[in-house]
C-alpha cells in the first residue's frame, strides 16, 4: 500500500473504534463521571452482574435468538430448496420480491406493520395486552427467514443437479436423498444463514421495540432503557463485554473459514477411502 | 424422479414458507394500508393522510414566530439529514473501499474483520458513545481545552445527527463497494493505463462506472435506515430535531396507531418511489458505460 493509503486507513479506523476504545476505557474508572478518568476499578461490572433485570434481558436474547435463528434456519432452508426447483418463472418472481420486502423495508416500517396486525388480531379475541415473547418470537422468524434463503440459495444452485437424483435412482426416498446428497452440499450456506440469523435477532432494537409488549426485556430494549434516564458506566461495562465477546466470535469464525473446512473434509475423505482400501 | 413426488417435494419444501410469508410478510403491510385509511372506529377515512401534509404547527426560534407545516418540515429535514449522511458516508467510505480492493489478500482480510467489528456492536451502544463524546462537558471538548483550543458545542445539533448516522452507517456503505471494486478485473485498468489512459481518468472513466452497482447498494442500505431512524436523533440531537421515524414511534407511544400507521406508509410509499427510480438511473447508466 502506498503512504497516503495507509494514512487514510489508519484515520478510518481510528473514526471507527475510537468511540468503541472510550467506551472501554471508562466502564474501568474509579468515578461515575463520564469524561474524567480518575483512576482503574471494577466496580462498575460488579454493578452490572447485581443487576437482575439486564442479566435477565440477556437471557431473553439468547433464549429469543437460538429460538429465532433455529426456525428460521429450517423454514428458510426449505424454502430455498423448493424456490430452486420452481419453474414457473412468475410464481419465481413473486416468491423472489416477497423475500426481498423485509431488507428493503426500513426496520421500523416492518416493525410498525407486524404491530398493528397483532394488536387488530388480539382485540379480535379480546385480548388486552396481545404483544409478549410469541408476537417477538414471529417477529424475529420474519426478519431472519430472507437472509437464511440468501444463503442457502446460491449453494443449492451451484451444486449438481444430478446429485440428489443419483441418490434417488440409488434407491434413496427424497428425504433421505436430501439428507444424504444435497444437505452436505450446501451446509456452508446453511451454517452461514443460521449464525447471520442468530446475530441479526441478538442485535435488533427496532422492531422488537415494536413488537415486545411490557413484559419481554431483551437485551437492546434494556439498553433502550437505560439510555433513556442517565447512565452509569454500568452500561460502558456491558457495552465492552458486548465487545469482547463480538471480536472472539469473529476471530474463531474467521480461523475456521470455508476454505479449512473443506480442506478438512477432504483429509477425512481421504482417510476414510484408505482405511477401506485395507479392509 | 416421478411427476408426483417432485410436486409433493415442491409442496412441502415451499408451503410453509409462503403461508409465513403472506401471513407475516404480506399482510402486516395490508395492515398498515389499511390503518393508515382508517379512523379509530375502523371506518374509512383520508384524515390521516391530509393531517400529515396539512397539520401545522407554531415555530418561535427565539427572533421570529412562524407556522409550519409540522410534518412536511419533519419530512424534509429526514430526507436533508440522511442524504448529507449518505453524501459523507460515501465520500469516505468509496477512497476506503478502492484501497481495501487493491491491498494484498491478508490486509484485506483484516480489514474487513475490523470494518465489521463495530457493525456488530448494537446501534444504540455505538450511537451513545458518541453522546459522550460530543457532550459540552464530554471527551471532545475536554481534548479540545487541553490542547488550548476553544470548545465547540456540537450536541443538540443537526451536526451531531449528521456525525451519529455516518459513524452507525459507515459500515454499511463501505462493504458493497468493495465487494463489487474487489471482484474488478484488474487487467481492465492495466489495459487503460497501457492504453495511454491517466491515472484519475481510468479511475473516472473505467474504475467509477463498474462500481456503479456497489454504490447504489451501500446509498440505499444508508439512507434507508439514516432516514427512519427514531434513536440517533433523539440522543444526539437532545430532541430537538424531530425526525419522521420520531414522527411514527412518538405516535406509537402516544397509542395513536392510525396516524403512526399512516406516516409510515407514506414513508414507505416515497421510499418505493425513490428505489425505483434510483434502478431505472442505473440501469441507463450502466448500459451508458
Redesign the interface.
Known amino acids: 500500500m502506498k503512504r497516503a493509503s495507509k494514512i487514510y486507513t489508519a484515520l478510518m479506523m481510528i473514526f471507527l473504534f475510537a468511540p468503541i476504545a472510550i467506551l472501554v476505557v471508562f466502564s474501568f474508572n474509579d468515578a461515575k463521571s463520564l469524561s474524567v478518568f480518575s483512576g482503574f476499578s471494577l466496580h462498575w461490572y460488579r454493578e452490572l452482574f447485581r443487576d437482575a433485570e439486564t442479566l435477565k434481558a440477556v437471557r431473553n436474547t439468547l433464549v429469543l435468538a437460538v429460538s429465532a435463528a433455529l426456525i428460521s434456519t429450517a423454514m428458510g432452508t426449505a424454502a430455498a430448496v423448493g424456490i430452486n426447483r420452481l419453474r414457473n418463472k412468475v410464481l419465481r418472481q413473486v416468491m423472489d420480491s416477497v423475500t426481498n420486502i423485509p431488507m428493503i423495508n426500513p426496520d421500523i416500517i416492518t416493525g410498525i406493520s407486524l404491530m398493528l396486525m397483532f394488536v387488530f388480531v388480539g382485540r379480535l379475541f379480546g385480548a388486552a395486552t396481545s404483544l409478549n415473547f410469541g408476537t417477538m418470537l414471529i417477529a424475529h422468524i420474519t426478519f431472519c427467514l430472507p437472509y437464511v434463503i440468501l444463503q442457502v440459495l446460491p449453494k443449492l444452485q451451484q451444486m449438481d443437479k444430478s446429485l440428489p437424483e443419483a441418490a434417488m435412482d440409488l434407491g434413496c426416498t427424497p428425504f433421505r436423498a436430501f439428507l444424504k446428497a444435497v444437505l452436505p452440499e450446501i451446509m456452508p450456506g446453511v451454517i452461514t444463514g443460521l449464525i447471520m440469523a442468530f446475530t441479526l435477532s441478538l442485535d435488533d432494537f427496532v422492531i422488537s421495540y415494536f413488537t415486545s409488549g411490557n413484559g419481554f426485556q431483551t437485551l437492546p430494549i434494556r439498553i433502550y432503557n437505560m439510555t433513556k434516564k442517565t447512565v452509569t458506566p454500568k452500561m460502558y461495562a456491558l457495552a465492552t463485554i458486548i465487545f469482547f465477546v463480538i471480536l472472539t466470535l469473529l476471530l474463531v469464525s474467521n480461523l475456521y473459514d470455508e476454505d479449512e473446512v473443506q480442506r478438512r473434509r477432504a483429509a477425512r475423505q481421504i482417510r476414510k477411502a484408505s482405511k477401506e482400501e485395507k479392509t | ?1 416421478n411427476k408426483k ?2 410436486s ?3 409442496r ?3 408451503t ?3 403461508v ?2 403472506v401471513l ?6 395490508v ?2 394500508a ?2 393508515a385509511f382508517t379512523d379509530s372506529s375502523f371506518a374509512f377515512t383520508t384524515d390521516n393522510i391530509t393531517r400529515f401534509f396539512t397539520a401545522t404547527s407554531v415555530v418561535d426560534d427565539g427572533e421570529t414566530v412562524r407556522e409550519v407545516h409540522t410534518y412536511l418540515v419533519i419530512f424534509m429535514r429526514s430526507l436533508k439529514l440522511a442524504v448529507i449522511s449518505t453524501v459523507i458516508c460515501l465520500l ?1 467510505g468509496y ?2 473501499a478502492y ?2 480492493a ?3 489478500e491478508k ?1 484485506q ?1 483484516i ?1 474487513l ?6 457493525m ?7 450511537t ?3 453522546m ?2 460530543l ?1 459540552d ?3 471532545l471538548n ?1 481534548f479540545l481545552t487541553a490542547l488550548h483550543l476553544r470548545p465547540v458545542h456540537v450536541i443538540g445539533t443537526e451536526s451531531a445527527v449528521i456525525i451519529g448516522m455516518v ?1 452507525d452507517y ?2 454499511y456503505m463501505v462493504l458493497p463497494i468493495y465487494s463489487v471494486m474487489a471482484k474488478l478485473d484488474v487487467r481492465l485498468l492495466e489495459a487503460a493505463s497501457d492504453l495511454g489512459c491517466p491515472g484519475p481518468s481510468v479511475l473516472r472513466r473505467v474504475i467509477w462506472p463498474l462500481s456503479i452497482p456497489g454504490v447504489l447498494s451501500g446509498v ?1 442500505m444508508v439512507l ?2 439514516s ?2 431512524t ?2 440517533i436523533s433523539q ?1 444526539l440531537g437532545n430532541g430537538k430535531f424531530f425526525l419522521i ?1 420520531d414522527a ?2 412518538g405516535q ?1 407511544v402516544a397509542n395513536n ?1 392510525h396516524f ?2 399512516a406516516i ?1 406508509f407514506i ?2 410509499v416515497i ?1 418505493l418511489v425513490c ?1 425505483a427510480l434510483m434502478q431505472k438511473l442505473a440501469n441507463r447508466k450502466l448500459i451508458v458505460a
Open positions: 424422479m413426488t417432485s409433493l417435494v415442491q412441502l419444501t415451499l410453509p414458507y409462503s409465513w410469508a407475516f410478510i404480506v399482510v402486516p403491510l395492515f398498515v389499511y390503518y469516505m477512497p476506503l484501497i481495501m487493491r491491498a494484498p490486509t482480510k480489514l474483520t475490523l470494518i465489521m467489528i463495530p456488530w456492536m448494537n446501534f444504540l451502544i455505538r451513545y458513545a458518541w459522550t463524546i457532550q462537558k464530554g471527551i475536554g459513524y459507515f459500515p440505499t434507508v435506515p432516514i427512519s427514531f434513536y440522543k421515524g411514527i414511534e406509537y396507531l403512526a400507521a409510515a414513508l414507505m421510499l428505489m
